[in-house]
Structures are given as C-alpha cells and as structure tokens.
Nanobody
Framework: QVHLVQSGGGLVRAGGSLTLLCAAS?????MAWFRQAPGMEREFVAA????????YYADSVKGRFTISRDNARNRLYLEMNSLKPEDTAVYYC???????????????????WGQGIQVTVSS
C-alpha cells in the first residue's frame, strides 16, 4: 500500500513563493494537489498524468503554480509563486495507484491521500 507524506508548507507574505513536496512510498499513477480553505469544500488545484506528465490546473492558479513529478524518486511537487491570501488553505496531495485515467479534476480519481499541510498567505 502506497503512503504519501507531505512537507514544505508554512507562512508566507502575499507575492511570495513556496514549494510543496509529496513523497510517495512507491510508484503511483497520476497525481494531484487539492486544497481546502476553512469552511469550504476541498477543491482541485493541479494534476499531472502518469503516462506523459501532461498537466492540468485550476483557473485560479494557472500561471502561478507549477506541478511536477520525479518518477525516479516517487516525488510530487507544487511550486507556488505570486501567492495571494486567497491561496490560504490546507493542501493535500493525492495519487491514483490503479493507473486508471478519467477525470483528473475529481477527488474520485485518487485513492491515496497525503496528511495535508497548511499554507498561510498573509496580506
């Protein structure tokens, strides 16, 4: 069973940058980042397809965030630039371990989840 461990969150000022890391204990298929702000539902942030590393982004982060993966080390990254206070949330990495591809934007696509990590952007 694959486990996901996240690191890299923290407090940053608006306009700053952070990089999140998700380390998987084994190989996975497609992976993604989601986030959940207080009182809000969990929402899609970005995904990367396992077969060819095609990437997908939410409109709210497009051009500011970059998702990438290192398959040799079983790692997933989220580079976040030009951060805004509205990016404040708990961020979760997710993985599909069945190598099935349907809707990368849906939580249902993923069967493994990281523990979540807080990102706080101050104004």
């Amino acid at each position: 069973q694959v486990h996901l461990v996240q690191s890299g969150g923290g407090l940053v000022r608006a306009g700053g940058s952070l990089t999140l890391l998700c380390a998987a204990s084994g190989r996975t298929g497609s992976m993604a980042w989601f986030r959940q702000a207080p009182g809000m539902e969990r929402e899609f942030v970005a995904a990367i397809r396992w077969s060819d590393s095609t990437t997908y982004y939410a409109d709210s982060v497009k051009g500011r965030f970059t998702i990438s993966r290192d398959n040799a080390r079983n790692r997933l990254y989220l580079e976040m630039n030009s951060l805004k206070p509205e990016d404040t949330a708990v961020y979760y990495c997710a993985a599909n371990t069945y190598y099935t591809d349907s809707n990368y934007y849906s939580q249902l696509q993923y069967d493994r989840w990281g523990q979540g990590i807080q990102v706080t952007v101050s104004s």
